[in-house]
């Protein structure tokens, strides 16, 4: 079984920076495709950014491309999303989740395994 603990969120004013990581707390996750997702309140869960178990394929939404790097460290056994000039916009609790499939996607639905989420909030 795989548990994952997401960790990193917090408060932050725009233009500011946040390192997210996402760290197996019992199994492995180099085997994993593994994705990051955001829910703000009100709104449905969306797919920010993916990244395949070697780290060959990386995706991003359109909202946070040129702004959020998806990286993982095997060895660490963590996968993090670095985010870059936040805005407000961004808000949101911040999920990771693991895939059985090959291949990682933006579609939730195809996750097996997801973290309790790290509230993001960009404000002044």
């Known amino acids: 079984q795989l548990h994952l603990v997401e960790s990193g969120g917090g408060l932050v004013q725009p233009g500011g920076s946040l390192r997210l990581s996402c760290e197996a707390s019992s199994g492995t996750l180099d085997r994993y495709p593994i994705g990051w997702f955001r829910q703000a309140p009100g709104k449905e869960r969306e797919g920010v950014s993916c990244?395949?178990?070697?780290?060959?394929?990386?995706h991003y939404a359109d909202s946070v491309k040129g702004r959020f790097t998806i990286s993982r460290d095997n060895a660490k056994n963590t996968v993090y999303l670095q985010m870059n000039n936040l805005q407000p916009e961004d808000t949101a609790i911040y999920y990771c989740a693991a895939t059985i499939n090959s291949e990682c996607s933006g579609y939730g639905y195809e996750y097996d395994y997801w973290g309790q989420g790290t509230q993001v909030t960009v404000s002044t």
């Open positions: 990244i395949s178990s070697s780290s060959s394929n990386m």
